[in-house]
């Protein structure tokens, strides 16, 4: 996936969570187009995964609006999927979905060649 200057900002943004919330560890994670998938390993206790997300959505959406001209007036949607991993067997098969997402991207609905 090459990066549109947004989804550059996204990606530097996903990369810097674990500066901001000490108890947060990232696995493996993807930008695409219209979205980003990643692993959050929440390692202790103190903070809720939305309010990493609401934090990680607010930098993205402050950086795109200094940074980018004519950024979009919406950025992200109002709210996220998650899924709790239970498994060693489940962390290996998220893992490979997520990293062979974009060979995936033109069968997605969203999809705009």
């Not at 810097?16 to 947060?24: D, G, K, L, Q």
């Not at 498994?87 to 490979?96: G, N, P, Q, V």
Request: aromatic share 8%.
């Amino acid at each position: 996936m090459v990066l549109s200057p947004m989804g550059r900002i996204a990606a530097d943004c996903w990369a810097a969570i674990p500066e901001h919330f000490a108890v947060v560890e990232l696995d493996v994670a993807v930008v695409m187009p219209n979205h980003i998938h990643g692993i959050v390993v929440l390692t202790g206790g103190g903070v809720a995964l939305g309010t990493i997300v609401g934090t990680y959505k607010a930098a993205v959406t402050r950086q795109i609006r200094r940074e980018c001209s004519a950024p979009p007036a919406t950025i992200w949607h109002t709210r996220y999927h998650d899924h709790i991993i239970r498994s060693e067997r489940a962390l290996e098969r998220i893992r490979e979905y997520i990293l062979h997402n974009p060979a995936r991207w033109h069968a997605d609905t969203f999809y705009r060649p």
